[in-house]
Every structure is written in structure tokens, then in C-alpha cells.
């Protein structure tokens, strides 16, 4: 057995789960020998008891990791484990990430700079053209749009990402082969080809539950670089996956709404706990060029595309010595707004960098 196979079958165990998976991988050093063990050497580690050891000696019984593999490739899907390259760089810093990820489509380096863009099922017309609009402001800009598929707010965050050409990923709560919601499989299927990916923790044939919902909540907090709530009640999917992004250290942003409308109480409470109020795109691009200069790495850099419109301005404005947003305003009569949003996509190209004071030079 490989070590794909290894993971795969790990992966479908019930009640083992990847925290306690990577428990047994920091003892017993790979996910073959963690499949070969003894049950005396089970003994003391954390987590694993009685019965949860019982799944993991006859773990046969409840994985066929040849069969998934072979499945998976007849759709035409990956497989990534967390050991893997193309794995999510801010998903697998988490300590509860997934151990093997399903992908329908391809991830690029870039999707590590996504937002979560979540809220309600059940949403106001409102809320849907909010979701369309901030999403296709990101996505434009060169970020990543990140969202569940369900219906609702997570739908209008792909619809808005896709209509500006940009990337979006969806992050199911259910096996790849379970699509859900069944109605969103055109949807998916536009995602899938070439302009992100549909992605899943769950094998194959898994279909979604109460359970599966809230693990999903956790990847697309841990994959995004901050999580944007639309519209949402006050109990919610949205919300939880915001409190999760916050204890991974995430920023959170929230839409205002009505103060009448039931479907804003949740994005009204977190910005009262602090979550930053947005009504433009900019709000986030704004935040996300500041979080820059912390010290997360841009995309590397790459030869200088045929550039055109405001892109192609910009860079003939720019040179190796860093200059100010002004300047570049004043040389291309292009409004501000374009300008921020136009270096932001620069950057994210890996042909522009960011200096300290709002400074900016070719890479």
C-alpha cells in the first residue's frame, strides 16, 4: 500500500477524525504504519479509545482506498493530501485541517489569497445583490472568492466571482459524487472548468448531514485570509464559520442591513464584537493591503504579461523606485478607486510590490 492509499483509507474512518489522525501520524511517523499497528501500541495515545481503536485495527472493514482512488480518477477528480504541493498553504497551518482534500478543477498558488464569502440560505434580494457585488469587486482585484455552494448568499458570492472572469473555490459539505445542493451542479461544473475548483474533505459517496455542514465551516475558515458575512440571523452557519475564523486568527468583515431585518441581526452583532463594516470592496482591499505588510508573501513573481487598460497605465507609471497612489493617480487620470484596485491585481500578479507608507515599484 502507497502512501495515498494510506491516507485515503484513514480519511473514511468514521469517528477517527484528522486531529486524531495526525496524532497517531506524529507516533507512528506515516499513515501506513498508523494502518499496520498493533492494538498494544494504541495504548496512551491521546484520543484513542476502546472503540475508536476497534475502527482503526479493522479499518478494512470500512475503507476500500483502491476503489475510491479508481473512482475518483474515472470523474476526472484529484486527490490531495496534506503532504502534497498543490495542498492549501493556509489550510494546512490549522491544526484540525483535513488530512485529504477532493478536488474537482485545479487549485493554483493563488488561491491562498482567498476571502470566505458566507451568510444565509434563506436571504433577501438585498443580501443576494451585496454577495454578487462584493464578490465580483474581489475576485476582480485578484483575489480568490471562497464559499460553500449552498444555496443563498454562497451561490451569489460564486455567481459575483465568476461573471468578473476571476477565480472562486467551493468548499462542500458532502462527498464530490453527493453534490448538494443537487440544483447548483451547473454551477459547479463552471467553477470546475478553469476557473477554480469545487473541493471536498469527504470520500466519494458521502452524503451531507448536520455534521458534515460544520466541518465544511472549518475549512473555508482555515483556507481563507478573512471571512466576509452578507446577511445571516443571529444563529447561524455564517456565524459559526466567523467564530472559527477568528480563533484561527482570521479578519472578519460583516455587511450592515435593515435594523429591521432579522436576516442582518448576525452580521449587526459581529460588528458590534468588532468585525470590520464593509459596503465596498475596497473596505477589504484596503484591509488586505495593510495585512500585507505584516509579512505574508505575494504570489512569486512571473514575466510581464501582455498587460492592457488600466493594468498597462499603471505599469508604465511605475519604476524600480517606489512611488506614492498620488503620483500614480496624477500620471493615469484614472480614478483612486481604480487605482487601488488595479495595483492590487498588479500585485497579486507578482509585478508590482507594496512598500511601507502606501509606496509602490515594480518587482
Known amino acids: 500500500m502507497n502512501a495515498m492509499e494510506a491516507y485515503v483509507a484513514l480519511n473514511a474512518l468514521p469517528r477517527i477524525g484528522p486531529v486524531r489522525i495526525r496524532r497517531l501520524l506524529e507516533r507512528f511517523g506515516s499513515p501506513q504504519a498508523v494502518l499496520a499497528v498493533r492494538a498494544e501500541s494504541l495504548r496512551g ?7 475508536t481503536a476497534a475502527i482503526l485495527l479493522a479499518w478494512q472493514d470500512h475503507a476500500d482506498p483502491a476503489a475510491e482512488i479508481a473512482d475518483a480518477q474515472a470523474r476526472g477528480l484529484t486527490i490531495l493530501t496534506e503532504v502534497c504541493p498543490a495542498y ?39 443580501g443576494l445583490q451585496a454577495a454578487r457585488k462584493l464578490s465580483f469587486q474581489l475576485a476582480n482585484a485578484g483575489l480568490t472568492v471562497l464559499s460553500g455552494l449552498a444555496r443563498g448568499i454562497d451561490t451569489a458570492a460564486h455567481e459575483g466571482a465568476l461573471a468578473a472572469n476571476g477565480r472562486t473555490v467551493a468548499v462542500l459539505g458532502s462527498g464530490l459524487a ?10 459547479a461544473e463552471k467553477i470546475a472548468d478553469g476557473r477554480g475548483a469545487v473541493v471536498s ?9 448536520k455534521q458534515t455542514f460544520p466541518m465544511r465551516n472549518r475549512i473555508v475558515a482555515g483556507w481563507a485570509r478573512g471571512i466576509l458575512v452578507v446577511e445571516c440571523a443571529e444563529r ?32 449587526h452583532q459581529l460588528i458590534r ?23 505574508t508573501a505575494a504570489p512569486p513573481a512571473a514575466p510581464p504579461p501582455e498587460l492592457a487598460g488600466a493594468e498597462a497605465e499603471i505599469f508604465a507609471a511605475l519604476g524600480t523606485e517606489a512611488v506614492a497612489v498620488d503620483h500614480l493617480i496624477e500620471a493615469t487620470a484614472l480614478p483612486a478607486s481604480a487605482v487601488s484596485i488595479t495595483l492590487m491585481r498588479l500585485e497579486m500578479k507578482g509585478l ?12
Open 45 to 51: 495515545v491521546e484520543g484513542m479509545g476502546p472503540e
Open 201 to 209: 474533505e469527504f470520500p466519494l459517496q458521502t452524503p451531507p448531514d
Open 88 to 126: 492549501p498553504a493556509p489550510l494546512r497551518a490549522t491544526y484540525d485541517a483535513p488530512v485529504v482534500l477532493y478536488v474537482w478543477g485545479q487549485l493554483e498558488e493563488c488561491d491562498r489569497h482567498a476571502v470566505g464569502v458566507v451568510g444565509s440560505r434563506r436571504t433577501t434580494h438585498y
Open 178 to 187: 453527493k453534490l448538494y445542493p443537487p440544483e447548483n451542479l451547473a454551477l
Open 352 to 363: 508590482v510590490r507594496q512598500l511601507p507608507g502606501f509606496l509602490y515599484a515594480r518587482k
Open 273 to 295: 464584537q468588532g468585525a470590520t463594516l464593509v459596503t465596498n470592496g475596497e473596505d477589504i482591499l484596503e484591509d488586505y493591503q495593510t495585512l500585507s505588510l505584516t509579512g
Open 236 to 267: 447561524s452557519g455564517a456565524i459559526i464559520t466567523a467564530n472559527l475564523a477568528a480563533e484561527y486568527g482570521k479578519q472578519i468583515y460583516a455587511v450592515p442591513g435593515p435594523i429591521t431585518s432579522p436576516n442582518s441581526a448576525g452580521c
